[in-house]
């Protein structure tokens, strides 16, 4: 990667050190709390190789997720029902802000920065309202307050 062009910048997230053009592949998935599901997920990982995992309702047991290799970078919302794995070495993700049903990471990929959000609605609770609740904890939002 030609960090010639970062040079002299300050930026809130750190550079990725991988220099591939490939893009970046995302897995999404909601684990329904089983267990089984999420003792499955490594094994999905290591067929797929997602660089980025977007998980909702992952098993926890002990304020962990069972199953996830050590080597993984894990971030989670506060309630721990929102989740972003990262199983790539490659990426250096900045947490951006975690909140009760979501956690937001920042990676700068080798052409630019993308912004990964993971996030649980509750079938039970009106869309609007959690819509409404991410926009307010949304830091452009936050800035318009100010």
Do not use: C
């Amino acid at each position: 990667m030609d960090n010639s062009i970062f040079e002299n910048t300050q930026f809130p997230y750190n550079i990725a050190t991988e220099s591939s053009n490939e893009p970046l592949k995302i897995l999404q998935i909601n684990l329904a709390r089983a267990k089984a599901a999420t003792n499955q997920l490594e094994e999905t990982a290591s067929t797929i190789k997602p660089d980025v995992i977007l998980v909702q309702e992952q098993y926890i047991n002990n304020n962990r997720i069972p199953g996830i290799p050590q080597t993984w970078k894990t971030f989670s919302s506060l309630n721990q029902k929102a989740a972003i794995l990262i199983p790539s070495p490659k990426l250096k993700p900045a947490l951006l802000a975690t909140k009760v049903n979501m956690v937001a990471l920042k990676i700068q990929t080798s052409s630019f920065p993308i912004t990964l959000i993971s996030a649980y609605s509750s079938p039970a609770q009106d869309v609007h309202t959690t819509l409404r609740k991410f926009r307010r904890s949304s830091p452009a939002y936050q800035r318009k307050r100010s």
